[in-house]
């Protein structure tokens, strides 16, 4: 069965009683039907997010389509449920882009999966939505700003850096024109269109505690300069209170259910390689408010969206991860072996202890933040006995448990081992976690601890323009913020073709971007996207829907 077929066959719960497991009576949710629902932020318990035991699921560098953090992370919650323990798993939201281009959905797959499977993937509550809305409204208020003859705040439009945004991927609104027609349609300028997951105000939301942080966040926003090179911000314009307003749903986290019945809170989506690349601080809180254990996740590899889960999320929501669960996955140590793609498939020992290089840098990594891994082997029919014995003790021999996660294919059945293994690591009392770097040090200082201490790296270069982007940064204040580096997910270098664990590399700072309102600055390794293209074959073309409404082809 085709994941869609296996979420499609499960009998879902009123989410009234998903809702009653967490101890939170109907009428104190917002129903979105009868299998989805908003939970308003007064459920947040500071008092018992204290007591509640973090976990964070990561990754080894991932191969294109990526090793299953979603899965583990769903199936480990399932298997904590199994053991007598009360979790919730806490993820992001998929965007649409993914969904239509070339990666599928982001709601797990086979019997680790989140329902309805099928909303969850397309419009689910309207956060995306909402989000573009948001940062639409900040793009027209400028372009008015500028047209003004009266409330001119003088803004060149050459200077102004927020685009658009559309939940799609379309290469052709990367760089375009606009104001074009006439005088009454607005000054003629340079613009272009992001994805709505990388939209600085998807960021911000995540980054936010509360509905006031969201807005003074918002008002943060850095927009552009004067023509007396003044900076200006969204609150200079006035824009931060009606784009709170049209985030006022999308502020509160989404409560949905699992396959076998357990409650799941989905909320947020920034990019992993440009953005954070986890879900809300509110959700995390939320989840660690109504359970004793959290699952939850980070973006790509853990180079990335750990690093930054670690450094950044824990320091804005005050979140104290007790363990960290590592994803790797034996095709994915055979590519970082040097298997090719047509390759993967192919049992084959010596690729497999060759590519642990890179795993095993995840491990030395996780332990520079106090947290000693589980490394959870998601399991696949082409993986051999042989590798998986060698895998599992190779970490053995290094202080670190690897467990076979069968969540794909047996659900919380299969993930029972790795749940046990997860919770042991906890009580050990021996994690301590603690972040890698000061926010306050300088800037290149925070660059250079991350390039070399997670990437391997022997240095860091910069280009003229990050140069010039550190002064900027330096003259609007702002340097005291943490680094949120946007760099290739394919490799701990800069360059996605050096796979495994490179040596003997330097990583270039090519320009930044800054991110006042989320609160972080983001030097730009290499040539980053902020807006993807459809590949040759999207897999939009193997989806289908009949006259009853019934979709297929969905993954």
Request: proline share 5%.
């Given at each position: 069965m085709t994941d869609i077929e296996i979420a499609q066959a499960v009998k879902m719960q009123h989410i009234n009683d998903i809702a009653a497991k967490l101890g939170v009576d109907s009428d104190n949710i917002e129903q979105y039907g009868k299998y989805k629902a908003k939970l308003p932020l007064d459920l947040i318990d500071k008092d018992k997010i204290a007591k509640s035991k973090l976990i964070l699921v990561t990754a080894i560098t991932p191969t294109p389509a990526g090793e299953g953090k979603t899965t583990v992370s769903i199936g480990l919650h399932e298997g904590l449920n199994k053991i007598g323990k009360k979790s919730i798993v806490v993820l992001r939201e998929p965007s649409l882009g993914p969904v239509f281009g070339i990666k599928g959905g982001a709601a797990g797959g086979g019997h680790s999966q989140v329902v309805p499977m099928e909303d969850i993937n397309l419009h689910f509550t309207g956060d995306f939505s909402a989000i573009e809305k948001a940062n639409n409204f900040l793009a027209a208020v400028i372009d008015n700003n500028i047209q003004s003859k009266t409330r001119s705040l003088g803004i060149d439009p050459r200077t102004v850096i927020w685009k658009r945004v559309i939940d799609m991927n379309d290469r052709a609104l990367?760089?375009?024109?606009?104001?074009?027609?006439?005088?009454?349609?607005?000054?003629?300028?340079?613009?272009?269109?992001?994805?709505?997951?990388?939209?600085?105000?998807?960021?911000?939301?995540?980054?936010?505690?509360?509905?006031?942080?969201?807005?003074?966040?918002?008002?943060n926003i850095f927009c552009g300069y004067t023509f007396d090179r003044k900076p200006v911000y969204a609150r200079d314009l006035n824009a931060e209170n009606a784009m709170a307003i049209l985030l006022k749903d999308a502020v509160k986290p989404n409560l949905v259910q699992t396959l076998e019945g357990n409650p799941a809170i989905i909320h947020g989506g920034p990019f992993a390689n440009i953005a954070q690349g986890t879900n809300t601080i509110i959700a995390t809180q939320m989840g660690l408010s109504l359970g004793d254990y959290v699952v939850t996740e980070a973006g790509f590899g853990a180079d990335l969206g750990a690093e930054k889960f670690l450094n950044i999320k824990c320091g804005y929501g005050n979140l104290k991860p007790e363990a960290l669960v590592l994803v790797a996955t034996i095709r994915a140590l055979r590519h970082h072996g040097g298997a090719t793609p047509d390759q993967y498939n192919d049992a084959n020992l010596d690729r497999?202890?060759?590519?642990?290089?890179?795993?095993?840098?995840?491990?030395?990594?996780?332990?520079?933040?106090?947290?000693?891994?589980?490394?959870?082997?998601?399991?696949?029919?082409?993986?051999?006995?042989?590798?998986?014995?060698?895998?599992?003790?190779?970490?053995?021999?290094?202080?670190?448990?690897a467990v076979l996660s069968k969540g794909w294919a047996e659900g919380g059945n299969g993930t029972q081992d790795l749940a046990h293994a997860v919770v042991k690591e906890i009580e050990s009392g021996k994690n301590n976690f603690k972040a890698l770097y000061d926010w306050n040090l300088p800037v290149k200082e925070k660059i250079e601890t991350i390039a070399r201490e997670i990437y391997g790296a022997d240095g860091v270069d910069y280009a003229a323009a990050a140069e010039r982007g550190i002064r900027t940064i330096d003259k609007l204040g702002l340097s005291h913020l943490p680094i949120c580096m946007a760099k290739t997910q394919k490799s701990f270098s800069d360059d996605e073709k050096k796979t495994g664990r490179p040596t003997g590399?330097?990583?270039?700072?090519?320009?930044?971007?800054?991110?006042?309102?989320?609160?972080?600055?983001?030097?730009?390794?290499?040539?980053?996207?902020?807006?993807?293209?459809?590949?040759?074959?999207?897999a939009s073309e193997g989806m289908s829907i009949d006259s009853n409404g019934k979709i297929s082809g969905l993954s």
């Open positions: 990367r760089d375009i024109v606009i104001g074009l027609g006439g005088t009454g349609n607005g000054i003629p300028r340079q613009d272009g269109f992001n994805i709505t997951a990388a939209s600085e105000v998807m960021a911000i939301l995540c980054m936010s505690n509360d509905l006031d942080d969201l807005k003074q966040k918002l008002g497999v202890k060759a590519g642990f290089a890179n795993l095993e840098k995840h491990i030395e990594n996780s332990k520079k933040f106090g947290l000693n891994p589980v490394v959870a082997v998601n399991n696949f029919y082409t993986d051999s006995q042989e590798e998986i014995d060698w895998l599992i003790e190779k970490c053995a021999s290094i202080g670190v448990q590399f330097r990583v270039t700072v090519r320009e930044f971007e800054i991110a006042a309102g989320a609160g972080f600055l983001i030097p730009i390794l290499g040539n980053m996207m902020r807006m993807p293209g459809l590949p040759a074959v999207p």
